[in-house]
């Protein structure tokens, strides 16, 4: 059974940083993607970045130059560093793991807030 736990998510000021981490198990597939979404409240859940088996990233313009996606293939983690931090950020923020199969499968972490203050 594939599981992903994430963890990192907290109170911060605006400006700041925090960094989330994912890890998956029960998974052994290699071609897959692991993306992180946030869902602000009474808004649709939007991804936020992406990290390809292949080493291809892929962030939304909002974040980008202020997000940082990397993962471990190895340890199959994922994580987000995300620095200057503002308020617009606030949101549950969620792991995903793509594996593509015909068709593709996907899972879902629990998700972990993150707010952030002005």
């Known amino acids: 059974q594939v599981q992903l736990v994430e963890s990192g998510g907290g109170l911060v000021q605006a400006g700041g940083s925090l960094r989330l981490s994912c890890t998956a198990s029960g998974s052994s597939a290699s071609r897959n993607a692991m993306s992180w979404y946030r869902q602000a409240s009474g808004k649709q859940r939007e991804l936020v970045a992406t990290?390809?088996?292949?080493?291809?990233?892929n962030y939304a313009d909002s974040v980008k130059g202020r997000f940082t996606i990397s993962r471990d293939g190895a340890r199959n983690t994922v994580d987000l560093q995300m620095n200057s931090l503002k308020p617009d950020d606030t949101a549950v923020y969620y792991c995903n793991l793509r594996i593509f199969t015909v068709p593709f499968t996907e899972y879902w972490g629990q998700g972990t807030q993150v707010t952030v203050s002005s």
């Open positions: 990290a390809t088996w292949g080493g291809t990233t």
